[in-house]
């Protein structure tokens, strides 16, 4: 028996090694896009096209001929190391119901058994090179025939159309595996699910290799939570070997062992182990199968935020291998720009992968999402780049000093900086469009600083004491060229024309706050927002009479 830990562990080398040569494969695709000569006339594209590729499936072999020399030992071991693992394990359950299995684990049968599983494993590694050979040659011959059309057309230039070939690349990779269903995968992706496959599989023929030599017919299959749904409806119970039992349903009929789709199918973690009616106690206690669903949807959602990390990661290695690769600035700076871009992406990615985790008390793989390749350099590349993109975003929505980092930023939210919330405010109505970036930050924060010493502490015409201002209060006070609700201009107020609607303005009803469509509003505790106005020939300033916050103000 192998543990539900043991065999999603059990490709991780492997997949290192996949994910090394496959990292590598792009960045010399993406070197070999930004020096070709796309200038080259049509009568000798073909040709010079002809002998780089030729250097590229050159190169492409030589890092395969090597993954594979290093894959066939890790094969190798891996196979015995884990079958050993489940015989073993089994043994021992044999030993403790008195059964001696020495004989039996020396059988030719079982060695027989491993042998194939290791032979099938090498002829997956050698169809998975020729896969990556094919799918690295069709991906150059794509990409840089769609450049020199563009290029020879004249419509593009000749860094417009490398850019767009890099920016392909680092966006689709290479698809190496292509399955009969037409459908295709990351090497990393298919190693994984044929080796824990292929493993299970070898490792199941021998426990019932050894089950027959012992006389035993029962098997318990282990359970674990987060099953897929198909197999949580038989994981955890004890089944026939040969269906002769009238107790137990049989173990291929009902755990439909032996297909893709079963019992130690594709990416199955169930295992069984010997089990002996009277005597064993039973291993497994039921899951609760709503429980054991709901951790299913999660793993599927935390497997596809791992997916796109390290699909991210692949495309910054592609930016990084043509960017250090090419000699025009201007090119440079155009991928940079993304390199700095997708950077930030990354980075958003883990933290929503981390806040997942920790929302739903999942464990989080760091494994699953590293890009061997993606080594120690890239990854600086990409902090240093996403502080790039971070503080020039900032500087786009007009805060000319911004935080250095986006770590400065977000431990400045963790303390619950003042200056943080504000800038948080400042950004959010800058993005809704209520005023323009050209505004700035500084301005903005003078106001809001203006508006706390003149505005707040003054007492209404009708005895209320203003406290403060909602986020909404200042937009007002700022006015836009085109209001993102009504499409047309919106006036500020001069703050000294506020402060005379509120001392000395005509004090209206207060009313009850609805939408546009005549729903009433509440505020975080339930309670219907309530609204009261103040008016002058000038303007008008509404205000939440119960808390004495400023809401917002119109000029006349």
């Known amino acids: 028996m192998l543990t539900p830990q043991t065999l999603q562990k059990l490709p991780d080398d492997l997949i290192d090694l996949v994910s090394e040569v496959q990292t590598d494969i792009i960045k010399s695709i993406a070197k070999k896009l930004v020096k070709a000569d796309y200038l080259t006339p049509s009568a000798e594209w073909q040709l010079y096209k002809a002998s780089q590729l030729k250097m590229s499936t050159k190169e492409i072999t030589a890092m395969l001929a090597e993954f594979t020399g290093k894959s066939k030992r890790q094969i190798s071991k891996l196979y015995t190391d884990a079958c050993k693992e489940a015989i073993n394990n089994d043994a021992k359950i044999y030993r403790t119901y008195g059964k001696d299995c020495s004989a039996a684990l020396r059988s030719v049968a079982l ?74 995968d990351w090497a990393d992706v298919a190693v994984r699910r044929a080796v824990m496959t292929g493993i299970s599989q070898t490792a199941g023929q021998m426990q019932l290799d050894l089950a027959a030599e012992m006389d035993c017919d029962l098997v318990e299959v282990t359970a674990h939570m987060g099953a897929r749904p198909s197999h949580a409806l038989w994981q955890g119970k004890v089944y026939s070997i040969s269906g002769k039992s009238k107790k137990y349903p049989k173990l291929s009929t009902a755990t439909g062992y032996g297909t893709g789709d079963g019992l130690k199918g594709w990416n199955c973690r169930h295992d069984f182990y010997p089990f002996f009616e009277g005597i064993s106690e039973r291993a497994n206690l039921p899951v609760d199968v709503t429980e054991n669903n709901r951790q299913y949807e999660l793993s599927q959602k935390q497997r596809a935020m791992e997916r796109s990390i390290r699909a991210t990661k692949r495309r910054l290695a592609a930016y990084d291998g043509a960017i250090s690769e090419t000699e025009d600035e201007v090119l440079k700076r155009r991928l940079q720009n993304q390199f700095e871009r997708h950077s930030a992406i990354l980075k958003t990615k883990e ?74 405010a400042y950004i959010t109505s800058v993005k809704k469009g209520k005023f323009s970036p050209l505004v700035g930050y500084d301005h903005y924060k003078k106001l809001h600083n203006e508006i706390n010493n003149s505005l707040v502490g003054l007492t209404t015409t009708n005895g209320i004491e203003i406290t403060g201002q909602s986020d909404h209060f200042i937009e007002r006070v700022i006015g836009v060229i085109k209001d993102p609700d009504t499409g047309k201009k919106r006036l500020g107020v001069e703050l000294q024309d506020i402060q005379d609607a509120l001392t000395n303005g005509k004090a209206m009803k207060p009313k009850i706050s609805r939408d546009k469509n005549g729903n009433i509003l509440y505020d975080e505790d339930g309670k219907p927002k309530i609204s009261q106005l103040f008016v002058t020939d000038k303007c008008a300033v509404s205000i939440n009479p119960e808390t004495g916050v400023l809401i917002q103000c119109n000029p006349k």
């Open 111 to 184: 060695s027989n058994t491993l042998k194939a599983g290791v032979k099938n494993a090498n002829g997956m590694t050698k169809n998975l090179c020729k896969s990556m050979v094919e799918s690295s040659q069709a991906t150059v011959t794509h990409l840089m025939d769609k450049a020199w059309l563009k290029v020879q057309s004249g419509a593009f230039t000749y860094q417009d159309a490398i850019y767009d070939a890099v920016v392909e690349l680092a966006k689709q990779g290479i698809a190496t595996v292509t399955y009969p269903s037409g459908k295709t």
């Open 351 to 424: 933290k929503r992968l981390s806040e997942f985790c920790d929302t739903n008390d999942l464990y989080s793989e760091k494994d699953r999402v590293r890009v061997v390749g993606f080594n120690k350099s890239v990854s600086q590349k990409a902090v240093y780049g996403n502080n790039r993109y971070f503080v020039k975003q900032m500087k786009s929505y007009g805060i000319e000093n911004p935080p250095k980092s986006l770590d400065i930023f977000e431990n400045m939210k963790y303390n619950n900086s003042p200056e943080c919330k504000l800038m948080n």
